[in-house]
DNA sequence: TGCCATTAGATCGCATGCGATCTAATATCC
DNA sequence: GGATATTAGATCGCATGCGATCTAATGGCA
């Protein structure tokens, strides 16, 4: 005779227990920012930047001279993916890697005239991305808030 | 004297057409599937799996003994990705790749006995993700609804 | 001053992720 | 039946992403 086990495990599981793939938003999130970073791969291309370069280029377009460190913070990533990343951009004109004279161990990184005349290409960008979006304004705004109290939250249980 | 150009460019550009890093959906959704990454890395370090790998498994516990192709398409991606992944999941022990008789072209991916015995160690993931997550059931499920819908427009106009 | 901890980047190894291209097997069309 | 197109995976090259580790420079403290 069956006990009443069945009422305490629901037939669908609820969402944060079941092991499958639709129902976890862990996977919802990987494939949307995958998807979203092929529809920039494509904007990017008459550019000539992956969507990790553009990113950077964001950080220096808004705040030039910076130092490594400065631009994992602002990204939240590590020396090891930018420091070769950085020379890249270096080697393709974009930016320039000086050492502080003030303080050996930091390298300043800048922009050089063309990386800072690459930014009036990509100022069309934004608005091509969220017409791919098919969003509202506000649905993107509110989007990206949840989105960022749920990275907050992740950050702090890590 | 100054023009009524300002009327057309207001101080605080709006969201869609900004260059700011923090006004970016794309960043928001980049770096919280970095920091979501991070804390699956932690959780799977017992079961000796990455993230990926673990959705490929996700795949395989809901249905076993489907084709490269199919994995593929289930979690959209290419199966340059996924190829040298399995021969990792086969080397280890948890999966066998055998080609299909019917369709010579095909490998039929299927779990060993040890693949699906760690099906029972990952139950206990969802919750400790959902508790990382600090977020109600419900707004979990809006969120990925949301996402979903982002990436079926993103797919439409990639 | 001199020892030691800390900090900033760099290097290495490994695992994604994808575009371009290749091979082998199957499907299609005449 | 045979030429051709399509399909399924695999291979290669390159760009992330990060853990572990290294080096050099700075800070702190007895």
Not at 65 to 84: H, K, M
Request: charged share 25%; net charge positive.
């Amino acid at each position: 005779m069956p006990s009443k086990r069945l009422a305490a495990k629901p037939l669908n599981a609820p969402q944060g227990d079941s092991l499958a793939l639709d129902e976890q938003l862990c996977f919802a999130l990987y494939s949307t920012m995958l998807s979203l970073n092929k529809v920039y791969r494509g904007l990017l291309h008459d550019l000539d930047l992956t969507y990790l370069q553009y990113l950077v280029m964001l950080v220096l377009w808004e705040k030039d001279g910076i130092n490594v460190s400065e631009i994992c913070t602002r990204l939240a990533l590590e020396t090891t993916t930018l420091t070769p990343l950085l020379k890249r951009l270096e080697a393709r004109g974009l930016i320039q890697r000086v050492r502080s004279a003030s303080d050996e161990r930091q390298v300043i990184v800048s922009l050089t005239a063309e990386g800072r005349a690459l930014r009036g290409k990509a100022k069309a960008l934004p608005s091509c991305v969220a017409q791919a979006m098919e969003l509202a304004p506000k649905e993107i705004g509110a989007l990206r808030a949840q989105l960022l109290a749920l990275r907050s939250n992740l950050d702090r249980n890590a």
